[in-house]
Structures are given as C-alpha cells and as structure tokens.
C-alpha cells in the first residue's frame, strides 16, 4: 500500500535537503509548506474554520444580508421562467432532420471538415452574406431572420429588452451582494480557493445558477466540400436590442404608425429615471441610501399591456419587491 504524500515527503525530504547542506530552516520551512498544502491537512483546517466562532458569529451578522439575496435568486429564477428571448427565425435547412449525412471519404483521405449546423437561429448564406451581415447585422438580421417592421415586432422586441434589461440588472446585483458578503465574513484564500462551495453553503447563501439567456443568432457559409467556413454571429444584448427598436421605430415612424411615436425603454431612459426618483422607491420609500445593494426596476405606471406607453411621465421607480407585488395591475 503506498504511503501518503505527506508522510513520504517526511521520509525523503530530510535526506535530499541534508545532502544538500543540512539547512535545518529550509528543510523546516518547505515541511511547512508541504503540510498546508497536503489535502488531509487542508480538510483538518476547513473543518476547524467553519466550527470555529469567529465564523458563526460573522455568519449570524450576516443572516439578514444572506435573506435578501436568496429572495432576490428566487426573484431572477421567475423573472427567467417567465421571460420571452425569442424574435426570429431562418427557414433555410428547416427540413435537415429529415436526412442523414455520412462521410464516406476512402480512410486515407479523410480529413475534418466543415459541417453545416441546422437551427432556427442559424441562417446558411453565401460568403458575400455572412461578411455583409458583419458590417450592418441589425439590417441582415431583420431581412434573414424574418423580422418585420410593424407594431407587433416592435412590441416583442421591447418585451424582450426589458426581460433581458432586468435580469442584467438583477444577477449584477446578486454578484455585488455575493462580494459584500465575502469582503464582510473574509475568509482564508484557502476556502475560497479550494471549498467555495462549501463556504457558500455553510453562510447560507444559494448561488444563482441563472445567466442571461442572450438570444444569439449566426449566419454561417459553409463551402460545398467543407474545405472552409465562415461565420458571423449576433447576439441580442441590450446593446443590439436597443439598436433594433431604434430601427424598427424609424422604419415604422416612415409608415406614420403611432407605435412609431413610442418613446423606448433604453437603458439611458432607465438610468435617467432612477435618477429622477433619487433611486428611492416610490412604493414603500426604500431607497438605495439605505441598502446599497437594493434592485431598483422601471416600472410603468399604466402597464404596457393595458395601453400604457414607454413615456417618463408614465414611468416610476420601484423596488423589486413592490414590482412583483404590482404585476401588471393598475393601481391608482
């Protein structure tokens, strides 16, 4: 049976360093250091920590902090269940799975080559297309992606701006919880670097597995013998979506339709009225001053659903518990 690391080093680590000159402190100090990084050792010292009352009574400081995070994790996981993060489609190769494909290239000549993807979010073009869409993606993206210019894709893309707007915001927010929390209780690098999960457990902390479900779109060009490929991808960040409504609105504002008239929810004119609000809720009157890390949301006042528009004068700050709280309902 082998011995442990730890113990051979002891064995061996003496007789090496002695023929090198009997240097008692450096053999000493590289004992030390072999120690701490045994993983026996290190699992002696995690357990010691985590029992210790240092740790418990930071941890128990902590446990309105820990609270609010998870409530705001379990707020991301609906805001995700709930959300909308799709706008287009391409129909080329909507009939690929009816095939099969098989490569039956002589075994001396076979080589890797490019293989075409079929997906609604992937459009097979020529090369002059794929390097087109590169240099104006919202105009490619509209045109082979089927995105018309009317009220009611302007109103799916504003639904998805927001959805993605607001889980930005909301796992920003979480990630800047999480860091208040490691800075407040500062454990030894050696449990984060090796038991993070277990820190989190211990603290009580559920971490957010959710990340911002980015709708993401790619033109691809694919040689007739797989030889060489090409590809140009868009991804609808918020970025791209404002960019988008922007150019649904010129286009629709050209057809004289009121949608075209709509003030959009861009992140600007969100910024510009959590500033106006003073970054306090004008719900419950919580602000930011007193929680630094409150999630603030825009909300509207007469709700989209129900004929409100994305004006300031129908726009308001509130917390995102009272935001849940309101929905969709109009309140006086």
């Given at each position: 049976?082998p011995?442990?690391l730890?113990?051979?080093?002891?064995?061996?680590?003496?007789?090496?360093?002695?023929?090198a000159?009997?240097?008692?402190?450096?053999?000493?100090v590289?004992?030390?250091?072999?120690?701490?990084?045994?993983?026996?050792?290190?699992?002696?010292?995690?357990?010691?920590?985590?029992?210790?009352?240092?740790?418990?009574?930071?941890?128990?400081?902590?446990?309105?902090v820990?609270?609010?995070?998870?409530?705001?994790?379990?707020?991301?996981?609906?805001?995700?269940?709930?959300?909308?993060?799709?706008?287009?489609?391409?129909?080329s190769?909507?009939?690929?799975?009816?095939?099969?494909?098989?490569?039956?290239?002589?075994?001396?000549?076979?080589?890797?080559?490019?293989?075409?993807?079929?997906?609604?979010?992937?459009?097979?073009?020529?090369?002059?297309?794929?390097?087109?869409?590169s240099?104006?993606?919202?105009?490619?993206?509209?045109?082979?992606?089927?995105?018309?210019?009317?009220?009611?894709?302007?109103?799916?893309?504003?639904?998805?701006?927001?959805?993605?707007?607001?889980?930005?915001?909301?796992?920003?927010?979480?990630?800047?919880?999480?860091?208040?929390?490691?800075?407040?209780?500062?454990?030894?690098?050696?449990i984060?670097?090796?038991?993070?999960?277990?820190?989190?457990?211990?603290?009580?902390?559920?971490?957010?597995?959710?990340?911002?479900?980015?709708?993401?779109?790619?033109?691809?060009?694919?040689?007739?013998?797989?030889?060489?490929?090409?590809?140009?991808?868009?991804?609808?960040?918020?970025?791209?979506?404002?960019?988008?409504?922007?150019?649904l609105?010129?286009?629709?504002?050209?057809?004289?339709?009121?949608?075209?008239?709509?003030?959009?929810?861009?992140?600007?004119?969100?910024?510009?009225?959590?500033?106006?609000?003073?970054?306090?809720?004008?719900?419950?009157?919580?602000?930011?001053?007193?929680?630094?890390?409150?999630?603030?949301?825009?909300?509207?006042?007469?709700?989209?659903?129900?004929?409100?528009?994305?004006?300031?004068?129908?726009?308001?700050?509130?917390?995102?518990?009272?935001?849940?709280?309101?929905?969709?309902?109009?309140?006086?």
């Amino acid at each position: 049976m082998p011995k442990p690391l730890f113990i051979t080093t002891l064995i061996v680590l003496p007789i090496v360093v002695g023929a090198a000159g009997h240097n008692f402190g450096l053999w000493l100090v590289t004992l030390i250091l072999v120690l701490i990084a045994n993983p026996i050792v290190r699992r002696i010292r995690r357990n010691r920590y985590f029992a210790s009352e240092a740790f418990q009574s930071l941890k128990a400081e902590t446990v309105s902090v820990v609270a609010e995070h998870n409530a705001v994790v379990d707020y991301i996981a609906e805001i995700r269940g709930s959300g909308a993060f799709e706008l287009g489609a391409s129909d080329s190769g909507q009939h690929a799975h009816l095939a099969s494909f098989e490569n039956t290239s002589a075994w001396n000549n076979r080589r890797d080559r490019h293989v075409a993807e079929y997906a609604p979010h992937v459009h097979h073009s020529s090369l002059q297309v794929v390097r087109n869409a590169s240099n104006d993606p919202i105009k490619y993206f509209m045109k082979y992606f089927s995105v018309k210019a009317d009220v009611e894709t302007l109103a799916d893309v504003q639904r998805v701006a927001e959805d993605i707007a607001r889980l930005e915001e909301a796992v920003g927010n979480v990630k800047s919880r999480e860091a208040s929390i490691t800075a407040k209780i500062n454990p030894p690098a050696f449990i984060l670097k090796h038991y993070r999960d277990d820190f989190w457990h211990y603290v009580g902390v559920h971490l957010s597995p959710v990340a911002v479900p980015y709708p993401r779109y790619k033109f691809e060009y694919t040689s007739a013998g797989g030889n060489s490929g090409q590809v140009t991808n868009v991804v609808l960040d918020t970025p791209t979506l404002e960019a988008l409504s922007q150019t649904l609105v010129e286009k629709i504002r050209w057809a004289k339709s009121a949608a075209g008239q709509r003030a959009l929810m861009t992140s600007r004119l969100r910024s510009f009225i959590k500033e106006r609000d003073q970054h306090t809720c004008l719900q419950c009157g919580v602000s930011v001053a007193a929680e630094p890390h409150l999630l603030l949301e825009v909300d509207h006042i007469v709700p989209v659903s129900k004929g409100g528009l994305s004006v300031v004068e129908n726009l308001r700050t509130l917390c995102w518990r009272c935001n849940r709280v309101k929905g969709a309902k109009l309140l006086a």
